[in-house]
């Protein structure tokens, strides 16, 4: 059985209050323990010394016994000298996840192309503002094109050697596809 020093809560709704319990550390928060050690009201100013009140030699006595302290636990017993907690460091603290980073670099990539679009735009539309505006050439097949007409409607007006059928233009056979 291992034993540990933790908080258990009590108190109501928003208005915490815990017990420093001495407490199997497969038992539930705040279920059954082996001894109350002292008491905890975080509402309290830091500086208050009802904030965090411990039995001391109680808590020694576990200490010696083998029971370990949870870190919030551990923190209370530093401060007030009864065991030295050694100083923890996260360099990873103030890191984003990294879904955070998945997320800040989508962004980053859609707002990159968003300016590459924005700049090929404007540099199109520099272009084509730069860029003479071509002078429309002047084609003269419009004759050519009347010259050819009035033979296309003198094959279409004579009749054909079959007397059902109408005459098909060049090139089109005389019997259409049936559509469905």
Known sequence: MSVSLRLSRGGSKKRPYYKVVVSNSR????????????????????????????IEDRVRYWLGVGAQPTDRVARMLDKAGIKER????????????????????DRASKLAEAEEAKAA?????????????PEPEVVEE???????????EATEATPSSDAGDTA???????QAPAEG
């Open 27 to 54: 038992a539930p928060r705040d279920g059954k323990y082996l001894e109350q050690v002292g008491t905890y009201n975080p509402l309290l100013a830091k500086d208050d010394e009802k904030r965090v009140a411990l």
């Open 121 to 133: 735009e404007a540099a199109a539309a520099a272009e084509a503002a730069a860029a003479p505006a």
């Open 168 to 174: 098909a233009p060049e090139g089109e056979s005389a």
């Open 86 to 105: 050694v100083a923890t460091s996260n360099p990873a603290k103030g890191e984003p996840g990294k879904k955070a980073k998945e997320r800040a670099e």
């Open 142 to 152: 419009a004759p050519a094109a009347a010259e050819e007409a009035p033979a296309a």
